[in-house]
């Protein structure tokens, strides 16, 4: 087994994907973070950020 351990980015590094399931909708990223296709986040304490939608009033019109 390897005995090398890569460190840790600086917290003010660019998040990179470490896993990524396009299939699914999800990446994860090297801070523990998950982003969903459809722009929200669950981040590694628990905290969420919800998916940016347009009000349906804001929606273009189907021709």
Same mark, same amino acid.
């Given at each position: 087994m390897c005995?090398? $351990?890569?460190?840790?980015? #600086?917290?003010?590094?660019? $998040?990179?994907p470490?896993? #990524?399931?396009?299939?699914?909708?999800?990446?994860l990223l090297c801070d523990g973070s998950i982003v969903f296709d459809d722009s929200g986040e669950l981040h590694a304490d628990g905290s969420v950020v919800p998916p940016c939608r347009l009000p349906a009033e804001r929606l273009p019109e189907a021709v």
């Amino acid at each position: 087994m390897c005995s090398c $351990r890569s460190s840790c980015p #600086a917290s003010t590094a660019p $998040r990179h994907p470490v896993a #990524a399931h396009p299939e699914q909708g999800w990446t994860l990223l090297c801070d523990g973070s998950i982003v969903f296709d459809d722009s929200g986040e669950l981040h590694a304490d628990g905290s969420v950020v919800p998916p940016c939608r347009l009000p349906a009033e804001r929606l273009p019109e189907a021709v």
